[in-house]
């Protein structure tokens, strides 16, 4: 009676160990909620990884999590370093980290007035030097990164471990701006030959290693590792009850009327889950364009397409999911699904929780 992720075990993990396999120096991604498979679990499976490093060929050394907060889910559960990728700020949780916990962060650094604060409180901080790049988010312009440099020297303060890209997804290529960000480190003259990359293709990478035969490059990975083969993923959700209606007949919180004759399906899976909150995809196709309208106009006569299947048609919300729950409208002559039924639900995993997580 729940909103469930059955990973195929296996196959999940012959994916796994063949990413990192081709990625040498990898770093994965736990953030957020793990991408639907929590931190904690990602955090185990890539101190599994670190362990099949023979295999591989690659030991996972290094783990990425988003924030300060998520250090704790995955430092019991990971044995290696941790790098936080939101940008160390001299307020807030950045300033918590257990004393305990502390020689295994690795910081990110994006203003020179932060790597100063930062290493004024902590001497011995590691971290690494974020790079503004064409996504304009976090980072250090050339002139930035060069008065780093210049402070570090002067100061004699502890250099970074690396330099940081996080590059856009909706490039055709991102050779040619990371090519001019590692000049740019060569040309600032910092004390390191480390480039943690972010969204460069197996091509791009190899094209970069062979240019900078002196630099090493680690691509920090999340989604590629955790849901690159959707195959091994399945989300199920329970039937837990089925109504009849005819045309007329109220239902619902808000006490909607059914259209026609059919049945109210009520399934497991809710707003509670993420089910109906939408994340916003920023694709901007002219086929994108056509069912964002087409979805308005559904929702404009009291019609919304769920995200549930039954035998492989999606059906449609009877009204708005509650919390843990949804009610479906199953029209007359489709087939209906019986109580304690399982059925399948199409999800954004990185902004949907499970009640269970099953790997077999």
Known sequence: MSLTLTVDGPRWRHHL????????????????????????????RAQWLDDHAEETGSPVDLLAVGTYSELEQAASRFDGDLLVLTPWRPFGVALEVPEALG????????????????????PRARYVLEQLTSMRRHGM????????????RRERLRPPVGVAQHLPLNSASHYGEASRLVNDVVASGLETRTVFVSHLTLDELARLRGAYADFTFRPRIGTELWLGDRAALQVRATVLDVHEVERGD???????????????????????????????????????????????????????????????????????????????????????????????????????????????
């Open 17 to 44: 160990l063949s990413t990192v396999s081709a990625n040498p120096g990898i770093v994965p991604v736990a953030k957020g909620n793990g991408y639907g498979l929590t931190i904690g679990r990602l955090a185990r």
């Open 103 to 122: 020689g295994r962060v690795v910081h990110t650094v994006s203003r020179l007035a932060d790597l100063t604060a930062l290493l004024a409180r902590e």
């Open 141 to 152: 312009t050339r002139r930035e990164l060069q008065e780093s440099a210049d402070v570090i």
């Open 250 to 360: 109220v239902f619902g919180y808000r006490a909607r009327s059914a259209p026609k004759h059919g049945h109210i399906v009520v399934v497991s899976g809710g707003t509670a889950h993420g089910i109906g909150l939408e994340a916003p995809t920023g694709d901007q196709s002219l086929k994108a364009r056509a069912a964002t309208l087409a979805r308005g106009g559904l929702d404009a006569v009291g019609f919304v397409r769920s995200p549930f299947s039954i035998d492989g048609k999606l059906r449609l919300f009877a009204e708005p999911p509650h919390m843990q729950a949804s009610m479906l409208f199953v029209p007359s002559g489709a087939r209906v699904p019986a109580v304690g039924e399982e059925i399948a639900v199409r999800v954004r995993y990185t902004a949907t929780g499970f009640d269970r997580i099953v790997v077999t």
